[in-house]
């Protein structure tokens, strides 16, 4: 059966790892050569191993999405492998802080928009010449549902994520008569390091994200698969039409609120 990344090439930002490396196995089952960028390097070479031993391709290259001479390094090195050819990126990378806000350092702020947004911004800068010349492209982008919903402690992380839906719908306006298409995946809470950590931390600061809570806003913890086919649809020739969107992945919690 034909898979519907066949021929494609992905790069996969936190492909190591949690949904992003669901991402990079659903994305290689379907057919895509997959270049995982992470900075996790054990955890990143294991999934492109067991990709590869499944039968899939992908690589591994270690970088911090947050700094810009390590993601151009990484997407030259990708770009080398693959011939100059990309088709798709997902910009999944990206990380949490729980605090109250006035414990919030300016280092915290730096840090989180740096690795959460200017990510953003360094990975396309530099796999979109590469798109254009191709005349076509799609790009995934991870927000979350804290982009238009704010959770008390969490100032740093919600800002981060409402720049990601700008970035997002942005991007898909200037390049869209050129061929590329930008969307964005915007998920509930995952069963991911992140989500569990997260989940941990603000009930520690009585936030109201008890299990029962958690049941009564999205039914039940998103699991990570559910992120990368959301993704897998956003990325692929099957969504031609949409274009600047911003997908939740929540189960209803945002129209259920
Ligand atoms: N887990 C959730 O509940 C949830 C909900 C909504 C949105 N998100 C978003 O999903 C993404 C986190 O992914 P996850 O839940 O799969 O978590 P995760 O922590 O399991 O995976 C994140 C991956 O990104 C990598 N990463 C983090 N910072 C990086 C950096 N600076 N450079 C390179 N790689 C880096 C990690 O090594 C890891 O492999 C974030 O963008 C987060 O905002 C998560």
Redesign the pocket.
């Known amino acids: 059966m034909a898979g519907r990344l066949d021929g494609w090439n992905a790069i996969i930002?936190?492909?190591?790892?949690?949904?992003?490396?669901?991402a990079s196995d659903i994305y290689a089952r379907e057919g895509a050569h997959v270049a995982i960028?992470?900075?996790?390097a054990e955890?990143?070479r294991a999934r492109a191993d067991a990709i590869t031993a499944a039968g899939g391709r992908a690589f591994f290259l270690q970088?911090?999405?947050?700094?810009a001479d390590q993601v151009n390094a990484a997407v030259a090195a990708a770009l080398d492998r693959f011939d100059g050819r990309i088709d798709t990126l997902f910009n999944?990378?990206?990380?949490?802080i729980v605090k109250p806000f006035l414990e919030t350092t300016e280092e915290d702020w730096d840090w989180l928009m740096?690795?959460?947004v200017k990510?953003m911004y360094l990975m396309t800068r530099a796999v979109l010449p590469a798109m254009l010349k191709l005349g076509t492209g799609s790009i995934v982008n991870?927000?979350?549902?804290?982009a238009v919903a704010g959770t008390p402690n969490e100032v740093l992380?919600c800002t981060?994520?409402g720049a990601?839906h700008m970035f997002t719908r942005a991007i898909a306006i200037e390049y869209r008569d050129q061929g590329i298409r930008c969307n964005a995946v915007?998920?509930?809470?995952?069963?991911?390091?992140?989500?569990?950590?997260?989940?941990k931390e603000l009930r520690a600061l009585n936030v109201k994200v008890s299990e029962e809570d958690i049941a009564t806003l999205q039914g039940r913890i998103?699991e990570?698969e559910e992120?990368g086919y959301a993704a897998l649809f956003l990325a692929s020739r099957e969504a031609s039409f949409v274009n600047g969107e911003t997908l939740f992945v929540d189960n209803g919690m945002l129209v259920g609120t």
Do not use: M, W
Request: net charge neutral; aromatic share 4%.
């Open positions: 930002s936190g492909g190591a790892a949690g949904a992003g490396g669901a960028i992470d900075r996790q955890a990143g970088a911090d999405v947050s700094q999944h990378a990206g990380t949490l740096s690795v959460n990510s991870t927000s979350s549902i804290s992380y981060t994520k990601c915007c998920p509930g809470f995952i069963r991911t390091d992140h989500g569990l950590r997260e989940l998103c990570p992120v």
